[in-house]
């Protein structure tokens, strides 16, 4: 009967590591787009602006 209990809370625990990793990086994830979007607009980017002229910075 221990077997049988096994393979019954095995999927417990699996779901419960899941519940956890999402409680704790969950935040994460819904912020991660935000600042990187945030970070790579046009304007605020430090990218420089090729006007053809070599060796002009």
Known sequence: MKD???TITAPQE???T???FIAKFGK???I???AVTALMT???SKA???D???GVI
């Open 14 to 16: 699996v779901a419960d």
């Open 28 to 30: 994460l994830a819904v």
């Open 32 to 34: 991660t787009p935000i």
């Open 18 to 20: 899941r519940r956890d």
């Open 52 to 54: 053809g002229a070599p």
């Open 48 to 50: 420089m602006s090729s």
């Open 42 to 44: 046009p304007k605020t």
């Open 4 to 6: 049988n209990d096994k």
